[in-house]
């Protein structure tokens, strides 16, 4: 949260910086600008639409004559609408708002994603929420929770899109059953070394309200998962 209004902020300032040769009256550009300054016309136009399309892929829309009108005022070092704790504050609403809507809807969307899945015949529903269904059935043994082991996975969204896969790096995947998301170390245990199976990961067993590097919040995950072999005790490496 206080990274997403920090970031807001920023792009406020930059578009100060940009609209820095405002007349007072907040006309336009300072008609006495050449193009020998740093901010010419063609500079400054290039940061708004950046500007511009930053907010707008990030989901801020702001009505454009109040934002300009707040950019003025606040520029002209005048009386303004809030102080600025009170723009701080009204800023810190809207982005939790629009954090809490978002998260609203991922929440449904997963809700509704494990009702319609767990009634697939495939698919096996554990104690926990994990669901899963088998591939391929190996005949090893089973690793135990702190066990490492060796895998090939690859990971995607419910929609289908991948955001990791070892398959992708050539390169199998070495980690102790009690170092990874809790949906891996529960689905990893059922398996047998040579077996393949899907795992269908809530995002309470996987990174929560918080999400992870590419993972948003309130997001299940799922993964195709091979048991290679079984490296054991993990203390040992």
Not at 11 to 36: E, I, M, Q, T, Y
Not at 132 to 142: R, T
């Amino acid at each position: 949260m206080e990274y997403q209004i920090r970031h807001f902020v920023l792009a406020v300032f930059l578009c100060a910086l940009v609209f820095w040769g405002c007349n007072k009256d907040g006309s336009g550009l300072d008609s006495s600008a050449s193009a020998d300054d740093v901010f010419d016309k063609d500079i400054s136009y290039a940061f708004g639409m950046s500007l511009a399309a930053n907010m707008r892929d990030n989901g801020y829309i702001p009505d454009a004559n109040s934002f300009f009108e707040g950019f003025k005022d606040g520029l002209s070092g005048g009386n303004t609408r809030f102080s600025a704790e009170e723009a701080e504050e009204k800023i810190e609403q809207a982005i939790t708002a629009k954090i809490e809507k978002e998260n609203e809807g991922r929440m449904q969307a997963e809700k509704d994603f494990f009702t319609e899945n767990g009634a697939k015949p495939n698919v096996v529903t554990t104690d926990s929420g994990l669901q899963y269904e088998v591939i391929s059935e190996g005949s090893g043994a089973k690793p135990g929770a702190t066990d490492m082991v060796r895998v090939d996975y690859e990971g995607t969204f419910t929609n289908g899109s991948s955001f990791d896969s070892s398959y992708a790096r050539g390169q199998p995947a070495e980690f102790p059953l009690n170092g990874v998301i809790p949906g891996w170390t529960e689905g990893l245990q059922l398996m047998n070394v040579g077996s393949k199976y899907k795992f269908y990961i809530p995002s309470k067993l996987a990174y929560g309200a918080q999400g992870g590097g590419p993972i948003p919040p309130y997001s299940a995950l799922v993964f195709e998962v091979e048991l290679l072999d079984i490296i054991s005790p993990a203390a040992e490496n």
